[in-house]
């Protein structure tokens, strides 16, 4: 998975709680991905970062938050967890090549169960 | 919202036999890249078409663009169980750098 870790991979929590789900990158890539998988949905941005501490919201991002503070990590926050949040996330790295070439790689993703 | 819907949502194919999907898109684009997703993993590229370019190939892949459609498809030829995975299609607009993605193709490979 191209140097892409996501951290938990599996995790259950309450409504309510907060959760933070960690990328880590070591292919020094400028650009990285939250996105969030559910059926019927393909794959829909969550928030996105465009350099260390540059960050922005996607089309799905009402009660999320990221943060980044160095290049490699990159975390994605639900401030109090929702049962509409259960989902498969995944993160993406990508840098910004000539003519907008912009293919991404993915982790691995983590499985969020929200009961 | 989803820029890329791909057809059909699902394709059962035998050993041997070639897959085609298509993926239709609604504003332009800068490029059109395609996906793969094996069960429970993360997504992989698998082959990139600029919008200037209308077919491209990459092994047993063969992708082709259509702007004045809007439309893309992509071709396995000689299916293999291992091409068993969710594909999608993910549009570049042309005055963004962020990928939009359809919601997929499920490929089911018989033996």
């Known amino acids: 998975d191209a140097g892409i870790t996501q951290s938990p991979r599996h995790k259950v929590t309450e409504t309510g709680t907060p959760v933070t789900l960690r990328c880590h990158q070591t292919e020094n890539h400028r650009y990285m991905y939250w996105y969030r998988q559910d059926p019927g949905h393909g794959l829909r941005l969550i928030h996105y970062s465009y350099g260390v501490k540059d960050t922005d919201k996607g089309e799905v991002s009402d009660g999320y938050s990221v943060s980044r503070s160095k290049t490699e990590d990159f975390l994605l926050t639900l401030e109090s967890a929702t049962s509409s949040q259960t989902s498969v996330y995944f993160c993406?790295?990508?840098?910004?090549?000539?003519?907008?070439?912009?293919?991404?790689?993915f982790g691995p993703g983590t499985r969020l169960t929200v009961l | 919202s989803q820029q890329g819907e791909e057809d059909p949502q699902a394709l059962s194919i035998q050993e041997g036999e070639n897959a085609t999907m298509n993926c239709s898109y609604k504003t332009s684009i800068n490029n059109l890249q395609w996906y793969r997703q094996n069960s429970g993993r993360g997504l992989v590229h698998l082959i990139l078409i600029r919008s200037n370019e209308r077919e491209k190939h990459s092994g047993r892949l063969r992708v082709t663009l259509d702007t004045s459609k809007k439309s893309s498809s992509l071709l396995i030829t000689a299916s293999r169980a291992a091409d068993t995975a969710s594909y999608f299609c993910a549009t570049v607009p042309s005055n963004d750098y962020k990928l939009s993605f359809g919601a997929g193709t499920t490929v089911t490979v018989r033996a």
């Open positions: 993406a790295i990508s840098d910004l090549l000539a003519g907008g070439v912009n293919e991404q790689f």
